[in-house]
């Protein structure tokens, strides 16, 4: 079994993209045709991810959907294909089962930060989303206290709407919602593993 993905020596197509292998220990995205390897999300951002995607799902209208680690394709050449944690589509786009949804179909998008992808999520992808024209972006810090930062698209960039710990009241995709970011993170223990993902077992054991 392969440890790792092979990195080309060229900019990928979208039809070379999606022809790769998939890679237990590796979430692949391309950037502007680059293709970029990270380790996959620990523990407690899988906990949170999943938990908001059944949150949103519970509050939002049967015309949306709530997805969650799907793959976006933004507008442009060479092509960028991002991961985000959650996204939310009209249920249409769902019914038509494409291979990847686009950034003209995403409503909201969202990035849980945790370890090192602060700044892809504050900078790289906040750009990229902005300027691909997504019309929402909430960025959650897994950071103790847990805080979720919003921002609506005005102009071509994003406007920071503020960032909240607790129970968080806002819009998504024009509907009101509610985010209990300790009741999302209630798995997490007095004790942090190593890499400030994976939460530690009462007994100190790390789980398996």
Not at 30 to 48: D, F, K, N, R, W
Not at 103 to 117: F, M, N, P
Not at 118 to 147: C, H, M, N
């Amino acid at each position: 079994m392969m440890s790792g993905p092979s990195f080309p020596d060229h900019l990928l197509t979208v039809d070379e993209w999606a022809t790769l292998p998939e890679y237990e220990r590796y979430r692949l995205e391309l950037c502007e045709g680059v293709l970029v390897a990270s380790p996959h999300p620990g523990y407690l951002h899988q906990h949170v991810t999943f938990a908001l995607v059944d949150a949103l799902a519970g509050q939002l209208p049967r015309e949306l959907s709530v997805l969650g680690d799907v793959e976006v394709l933004l507008p442009g050449e060479p092509p960028t294909v991002r991961c985000p944690d959650v996204i939310v589509v009209d249920r249409a786009l769902v019914e038509a089962d494409p291979d990847r949804a686009t950034a003209a179909d995403v409503r909201l998008v969202v990035e849980v930060t945790t370890g090192g992808s602060g700044r892809t999520d504050r900078v790289t992808k906040f750009s990229e989303y902005a300027e691909s024209g997504i019309p929402q972006y909430w960025i959650v810090d897994l950071t103790e206290p847990a805080v979720l930062a919003a921002f609506t698209l005005e102009n071509g960039w994003y406007r920071f709407d503020g960032e909240q710990a607790g129970t968080v009241r806002l819009s998504a995709a024009g509907h009101d919602v509610t985010v209990d970011l300790e009741e999302l993170t209630a798995v997490r223990t007095d004790t942090r593993g190593a890499t400030g993902d994976a939460p530690v077992e009462p007994g100190g054991g790390s789980p398996r």
